[in-house]
């Protein structure tokens, strides 16, 4: 838009400067009107940029949105549709490891039930927090449903994601909220897996997540089992 009004001045000067230097070999009034014509043009060229740029930017934002979780700030589960094929391809074609880890908050309902949902809320939104401070970049965070959450772990083996998992989980046990005079302390169960050749769909694997953090919830909660 700036290059757009710089060219616009440009030209008006030349074409002034036209105007004044020849303006005994041309209808002046003629001159005039053309360069005035030509002055609009340009002016609705710089706004129809200007206005492609702020629907653009606008399109971007919205769409954005759409893909996350307002209360936590994760991705949603319309993220994981978007990005399901396209990881599950790659993985599978460059034979690059990719682990998939399913996440819990213990005993949530009792929480809920206790505290109460605003509480609630803002236990999962720390635990929306903090899954993001401890991931990298690369990796996706999904708020999965309710209290659990879906974590990606791109270009990551089994044993990798396992360290990464045990610190989230160490960090989040060791995490307080608090509200008035409450101080509630929580822990969350994982359960874990890794991309196999043999997958031939996305689905194989988090039904195996899912089935990992079942092992842990039947084993005693706060704790991840994981499943090869």
Known sequence: IYDFYRVQNILSIYIIESIRKYSHEFDIFELTASFVKLSNFISELVSLAYYEKILTLKVSEMYEKSLKDPLTGLYNRNKFNEIENTEFSRSKRYRIPLSVCLMDIDNFKVINDTYGHIIGDKILKTVGDLILQNIRKSDIAIRWGGEEFLI???????????????????????????????????????????????????????ERADQALYNAKRSGKNRIEILT
């Open 152 to 206: 990606l772990f791109t270009h990551t083996p089994l044993e990798n994601a396992k360290v990464a998992c045990k610190k989230l989980m160490e960090k989040i046990r060791d995490t307080e909220v608090k509200e008035e005079n409450k101080t509630i302390k929580f822990s969350v169960s994982m359960g874990l897996t890794e991309l196999k050749d043999g997958d031939e769909h996305f689905k194989k694997a988090i």
